[in-house]
């Protein structure tokens, strides 16, 4: 079944679609299981294995975030030198909050927002339309796009190569591609009077390595990218302070925020890669997470996440056409 989510309903609806894409979902997509009082994307997507909630409470942060990211990058839903793109991909979309702005702003474009979690409010502008993939597999769509968009998808990856790849095949000649992901919390910025928050962090990047995934990732794509055949890579470093510490009144605010938000998300941050991944039990996992929230909340420490966003354009001479086919193929092979 093709699925598209349809517009003016107030409650998720889709239908069968060929326009789009053959990506194959059932209603299945929709039962997302609980584990400690908070849901997880489906397990028809158990291979996605998202260690993260997909919740009311984990999308009021996602969308608090969506704001964090205007403010740290003056207001810019993106960086990459765009001219009027008529087809965009948005990886990962989450609530969509990104993918509704950028359709907003763009009514020449067709917008497509896809994610393993249907949760995605159906009152969209009518350029954009919501689907249901996971992304790490083999993407069926029957276009190309002038750019791709992925944000916040760190700690989910487990082959960035095919996913760079898959966004180097699906783009035109000149499309862009942009990611754009934090890190956890930079080591270097951690001061010795951080032993909880050090502690957490060993673990958390400890888990995420354990399931397969690589907590650094943000560091490497632009290698990755050039090494795929991308040219004009560019990144980007914004620092999101954590905390009221700055003296400039705007980053003062954005500070505030942004521990607000790493405040509020760190339990959902947590629960399954400390209790599932690494075996804590539910009460270390809390008695640590009480020591993590006072050492947050000591501005003499001026911690700060660092946020990297990687741009890189296909060539303009890059193959098109029969190569993509040929290249899912092999994909498919692997
Ligand atoms: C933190 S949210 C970010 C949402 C959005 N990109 C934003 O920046 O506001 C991460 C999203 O990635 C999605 N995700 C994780 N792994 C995925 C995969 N393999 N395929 C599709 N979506 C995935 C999750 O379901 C979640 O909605």
Not at 52 to 77: T, V
Not at 289 to 297: A, D, F, I, P, S
């Amino acid at each position: 079944m093709d699925l598209e989510r349809t517009p003016g309903h107030d409650s998720a609806v889709y239908l069968e679609n060929d326009r789009l894409s053959t990506i194959t979902v059932d209603s299945d997509v929709f039962a997302y299981p609980e584990e400690y009082g908070r849901t997880y994307h489906s397990l028809q997507f158990e291979e996605a294995n998202h260690p993260f909630p997909n919740d009311e409470e984990a999308q009021d942060l996602e969308r608090e975030r969506h704001q964090i990211y205007l403010d740290l990058h003056d207001d810019k839903l993106y960086l990459a030198p765009l001219r009027e793109p008529q087809d965009v991909l948005d990886l990962g979309t989450g609530t969509a909050e990104w993918a509704i702005a950028f359709a907003d702003k763009n009514p020449q474009a067709t917008i497509i927002a896809v994610d393993i979690s249907p949760i995605q409010t159906t009152w969209v502008p009518p350029n954009l339309l919501c689907q249901v993939l996971d992304i790490e597999r083999t993407w069926d769509f029957n276009r190309l796009f002038h750019y791709i968009h992925v944000r916040d998808v760190n700690c989910s990856i487990y082959r960035p190569e095919i996913l760079v790849g898959q966004a180097f095949q699906h783009l035109h000649p000149e499309g862009w591609f942009e990611i754009q992901e934090p890190i956890s919390l930079d080591m270097q910025n951690i001061s010795p009077s951080s032993g909880y928050l050090t502690e957490w962090l060993v673990n958390f990047n400890g888990a995420v390595r354990h399931t397969g995934r690589d907590p650094d990732l943000a560091r490497k794509y632009e290698d990755i990218m050039m090494k795929q055949g991308f040219v004009r890579v560019k990144t980007v470093i914004k620092h999101l302070p954590l905390g009221w510490w700055p003296l400039d009144p705007k980053l003062k605010k954005l500070g505030a925020s942004g521990l607000r938000n790493f405040l509020n998300g760190l339990e959902g941050f947590s629960l399954r890669l400390f209790t599932q991944t690494l075996g804590w039990t539910r009460g270390e996992l809390e008695v640590l997470l009480g020591h993590v929230r006072t050492e947050l909340k000591d501005m003499k420490a001026q911690r700060y996440m660092p946020i990297y966003t990687v741009i890189g354009q296909k060539p303009s001479e890059a193959a098109v056409g029969d190569s993509v086919l040929e290249w899912l193929h092999d994909l498919r092979d692997l």
